[in-house]
């Protein structure tokens, strides 16, 4: 690896965030020039990152075979299975089992009681959710009084909060009357040890937020906050995660009205709610369609990969997918240039497609610098309306204030952009001046369990700018524990044999931070001194308006390890068959997919799986791999190279993926952000530098 200077080191650093040599900003520069075009002009030339603008430039075994796949070609080629603090994997392996509630006189399971029409359900369900009680809702009585009393327990079963009873209609006839009562589960008593229903969410398509909230609705309209998780999951993909739900009766959920991309089932009682962060990992499942490379170069990258490992990056959806790096806003701030973070933020609306009413809205607030009038083109909250409304509440010479309308969590995502961008820098250059081994002076984890940190990773449906769980009541889903107690230690000359490089870790600047007691510390000086930051006086809290950012900092290993790797190589003709088997799948008798003899085959893909542990990208490993850029503007260039090899088959493929805007969200916890953001998708092939956006949902197809 060739090593570099100091240097040159911090006048890249300039560069590549965007901001010019003479202190200019390049960003903010080229929105402007977007904003004498027309939008169809504008849509040509959005920025686009790269991976060596923000600090990914190292591989650890740079001699395995470079490899060309697509990853996300169907949402079903993406699967994360989470991984509990024991280590076992979650499965979805059972819908039908109820456990009896400990203490319940009386046991219903899912299949027996009155079942709803649709119809009747829907009725309920919005009579629960509008919480009138002046409104009702009439069920057709029966002569039956055992089918009435069913009835009449199955409201209160499902639908606690709404009562029902007997009445007498004109024409002589007796219906059950339901009306909102307000009212809570009365008729159970949970104990200590068995508040919480706890079960596994099997999800296709949809974020844990939206999930949940599905949940909830068909719960009678119960609130997303009484749902727990360790972690959000990714959109596009097929997850199974552990979920607790407080004061819930498993046969509630048994018999909720069936949803198509979601499953429930594995019940069982506890005293304990998920909490963010508590679970070992995940288990990832990838096909890689489109595969160009062969079973012994494969073998050669994985077996790399299970032996050595792969750089721990924070991987591209880190840093956005737009026209503006998250991390230039969260250097903006912490260097107090608020008026700056602003334009950032609302410069990404610059590269909004031909006909958007954002773009209307970016157009309008250059030529008129009126918040209320460009706030008026969103039909939707986002963080460029959420500043924009602080804008108009306290005026545009006090912008401080207009940042404490923006999410808590979307704040604390763009500074932790900013420490993931050092980081990242700073492991760049740790690795080609030192190498894969640990020197005299590097911070050190005896053990190869990186401690938790303030500010770790995100995901998933990275993670968009994170989004605060109300399920979970945490800042960030993307948080971990504070990292004061984390037992790391100095390389010496007397115990450098003890470590390797896998013990090696790197912080993020914060609070709490120790730094390596050699050159690199200098390093992480001289890079925060060239954005206006002093090291020494890094804060540990940043309050803005009414908002509040805790930065504690933290350690992430250098290089880390994948677990239970294997792989395999497929053949198929279709890009509608699926070729990994989900938990669905298992439960339906169907134990492996249709493999076509290569012969006979058109097409290749490879199935890789691997667990990783909390904090690490899928991304990168997959990276490691395949040898080649993971950002999308490298994408969609080998799309088209694709295209020009396979000829027309593979060209509807190639096409689809360049035209793809989204970044390949996987993280360990495969946790996404969900800050609402423009969804920018261009096929135009990118040249220009160093710029990104908000992060955004996770695209329809990926090549990696």
Not at 197 to 215: G, M, Q
Not at 297 to 320: D, I, P, T
Not at 674 to 691: C, H, K, N, S
Request: glycine share 6%; proline share 4%; hydrophobic share 35%.
């Amino acid at each position: 690896m060739e090593a570099s200077g100091l240097e040159p080191l911090a006048k890249r650093a300039k560069l590549d965030d965007g901001v010019k040599a003479d202190g200019g900003n390049a960003v903010q520069e080229n929105a402007n020039s977007q904003h004498s075009k027309t939008p169809s002009e504008a849509d040509a030339v959005v920025p686009t990152l790269r991976e060596p603008d923000v600090g990914i430039t190292e591989y650890v075994n740079k001699d395995t075979p470079k490899f060309f796949g697509v990853l996300k070609e169907r949402f079903s080629d993406f699967m994360v299975h989470e991984i509990r603090a024991d280590g076992t994997i979650v499965r979805l392996t059972d819908t039908t089992t109820v456990p009896q509630l400990p203490g319940r006189e009386h046991d219903v399971s899912a299949s027996e009681g009155h079942q709803f029409t649709d119809e009747q359900r829907s009725s309920l369900q919005e009579l629960a959710e509008r919480k009138d009680r002046k409104r009702y809702a009439d069920i057709e009585s029966s002569d039956d009084k055992e089918t009435r009393k069913a009835i009449h327990h199955a409201i209160r079963e499902q639908f606690p909060m709404l009562s029902s009873s007997m009445k007498d209609k004109t024409d002589g006839s007796k219906v059950i009357r339901v009306k909102y009562s307000g009212g809570v589960e009365r008729r159970v008593t949970f104990g200590v040890d068995s508040r919480y229903c706890k079960f596994v969410l099997y999800k296709e398509n949809r974020d844990t937020h939206d999930a949940i909230s599905l949940l909830a609705r068909n719960l009678g309209g119960k609130p997303r906050s009484i749902f727990a998780t360790c972690g959000l999951k990714d959109r596009r993909a097929l997850t199974t995660q552990e979920v607790t739900v407080c004061r819930v009766l498993a046969e509630q959920l048994a018999r909720m009205a069936p949803i198509r991309t979601l499953k429930v089932g594995n019940f069982e009682y506890t005293g304990n709610p998920m909490k963010i962060g508590t679970h070992y990992g995940n288990h990832f499942t990838i096909v890689l369609r489109h595969f160009d490379g062969n079973e012994e170069g494969l073998s050669a990258g994985m077996e790399s990969l299970m032996k050595l490992g792969f750089v721990n990056y924070f991987g591209m959806q880190r840093f956005g997918s737009g026209a503006c790096g998250t991390h230039l806003y969260g250097k903006a701030l912490l260097a107090g240039r608020y008026n700056e973070a602003i334009e950032l933020i609302l410069s990404s609306l610059a590269y909004i497609p031909n006909g958007d009413s954002r773009y209307e809205a970016y157009r309008t607030w250059k030529e008129t610098n009126d918040p209320a009038a460009a706030k008026a083109y969103f039909k939707r909250p986002c963080q460029e309306s959420d500043i924009l409304n602080g804008l108009v509440k306290h005026g545009v010479d006090n912008p401080i204030e207009a940042f404490g309308y923006l999410q808590q969590s979307t704040l604390s995502f763009y500074f932790h952009a900013y420490q993931s961008w050092i980081w990242n820098q700073i492991t760049s250059r740790r690795l080609s001046e030192f190498g894969l081994q640990p020197v005299i002076g590097d911070l050190v984890l005896p053990s190869t369990d990186c401690g938790r940190f303030e500010g770790g990773d995100c995901t998933a449906e990275e993670s968009t700018a994170s989004d605060k769980s109300d399920a979970q009541g945490d800042a960030a889903p993307d948080s971990d524990s504070a990292v004061k107690g984390a037992p790391v230690q100095y390389v010496t000359a007397e115990n450098i044999s003890q470590f390797t490089i896998h013990n090696v870790v790197l912080p993020l600047p914060g609070l709490f931070s120790r730094y390596p007691n050699n050159a690199v510390r200098e390093w992480y000086r001289a890079l925060l001194a060239v954005d206006g930051i002093d090291m020494d006086k890094f804060p540990g809290h940043i309050r803005l308006g009414r908002q509040f950012v805790a930065l504690a900092g933290g350690y992430r290993h250098v290089v880390v390890k994948p677990e239970n790797v294997s792989w395999k190589l497929l053949h198929y003709n279709s890009n509608h068959i699926p070729l990994a088997v989900s938990d669905v799948d298992l439960l339906a008798g169907k134990t492996e997919v249709d493999d076509v003899a290569a012969e006979e085959a058109q097409f290749c893909a490879a199935r890789l799986e691997f667990s990783l542990k909390t904090s690490s990208y899928a991304t990168m490993a997959i990276r490691e791999v395949c040898q080649v850029d993971t950002s999308q503007a490298h994408q969609r260039l080998m799309s088209t190279d694709l295209a020009k090899k396979k000829g027309p088959t593979a060209t509807t493929t190639a096409e689809t993926t360049a035209t793809t805007a989204a970044e390949m969200t996987a993280m360990t916890t495969a946790e996404t952000t969900a800050t609402t953001a423009a969804v920018i998708e261009t096929a135009a092939t990118v040249t220009t530098p160093t710029v990104s956006a908000e992060p955004m949902e996770p695209s329809a197809e990926e090549a990696v």
